[in-house]
């Protein structure tokens, strides 16, 4: 029979559980973006200040987990975060992120690749940031910058020197499709967990936040001119996502498509999104054998005789001691109270 803590576990694991399935796409399913998935979309949380307070509880689980995940130390888990510009991938690993072990978290952001990184095939210098075991990697952009702004600029492929002519051609794209599933299918087998969200805006609210970046003085920095003409583009890059999302959700690492219309609501799905993969990994706390348990009791004595005079020996055992007293004692007290009332 479980006890109470883990019934309590395996119930927030369900709840999650329910919670992330809409996000997902399913393995071998047909996505059109536009119309499969609502960019305004809150599942029925009435306001963001109880979707902050979700928030909260979400960054409270996912340290936990974090820190279990660095003391089993065989699993490691890589985030990927794919958006149009004004998406909110950065404010998400800001907030997400907030209450975990930075020593355990690292972000890469990829930008133009470098003429040493052109120099060798396309998903080396992702693999360069890839997380150790132990450790969650988050990549704000990564490897599917490779299917959507390279397809929707394939003149960037004449950069790439590849041999024979691609440019264009649907079966090269679909070539791509595979070796990215193969490549993430490997790091899966050999204990990486692949994580990916696409915070999917709609063009209204990005057309929106454009415009607080050119009226905010302290986020002009954040606007270029090079947005506004990405964004002409808009078509192209739908299209891409959908055919992106249809080809690489595969059962090992499945998309999760985030509404990302309400920054707040965005931020608690890509949390929720990231516990259900680290409840479903469920890294345990090492234990230790009888050889270390008895050198652990050794060296406890000698920590206690060390103790000044008139100190405790273990305060900290002393003070479980009392705070199970005083549980043991409320609970007779409570025990006591509902029999006078029969």
Not at 224 to 244: G, I, L, N, P, V
Request: proline fraction near 5%.
């Amino acid at each position: 029979m479980k006890d109470g803590r883990a019934r309590t576990r395996d119930a927030r694991a369900e709840r999650i559980a329910e919670f992330v399935a809409p996000l997902r796409v399913e393995p071998g399913s047909k996505v059109n973006l536009s119309k499969d998935f609502d960019p305004a979309r809150k599942a029925g949380i009435k306001s963001r200040k109880e979707g902050e307070e979700l928030l909260r509880s979400g960054v409270v689980l996912l340290a936990d987990y974090q820190q279990r995940l660095a003391a089993e130390g065989s699993h490691g888990v890589l985030l990927c975060l794919q958006a149009l510009d004004a998406g909110g991938k950065d404010g998400t690993i800001r907030h997400v992120m907030s209450g975990v072990n930075p020593q355990g978290v690292h972000v890469a952001n990829f930008k133009v690749p470098s003429a040493e990184e052109l120099g060798h095939d396309y998903l080396w210098r992702y693999g360069r940031r890839l997380p150790r075991r132990g450790e969650i990697g988050i990549f704000n952009r990564s490897h599917y910058e490779e299917v959507l702004v390279v397809r929707v600029h394939p003149e960037l492929l004449d950069r790439q020197r590849l041999p024979g002519k691609t440019k264009g051609k649907k079966k090269f794209w679909r070539r791509r499709y595979r070796e990215i599933n193969a490549w993430e299918r490997y790091l899966t087998d050999n204990g990486f967990r692949i994580v990916k969200v696409f915070l999917n805006l709609s063009k209204e609210e990005q057309r929106i936040r454009f415009l607080k970046r050119i009226d905010v003085p302290d986020r002009n920095w954040k606007f270029s001119a090079a947005d506004a003409r990405e964004r002409t583009r808009w078509d192209a890059y739908q299209a891409a996502f959908s055919d992106m999302l249809s080809a690489t959700s595969t059962p090992w690492a499945p998309w999760y498509v985030v509404p990302a219309d309400h920054k707040w609501y965005a931020r608690i799905c890509a949390s929720a999104v990231l516990s259900h993969t680290l409840i479903d990994i469920d890294p345990r706390f090492p234990e230790i054998d009888d050889k270390s348990r008895h050198e652990l009791e050794l060296e406890k004595r000698q920590l206690e005789d060390e103790a000044p005079s008139g100190a405790a020996r273990d305060p900290y055992a002393e003070s479980l001691s009392l705070r199970g007293l005083r549980g043991h004692r409320d609970h007779q007290g409570h025990r006591g109270d509902r029999r006078r009332a029969r």
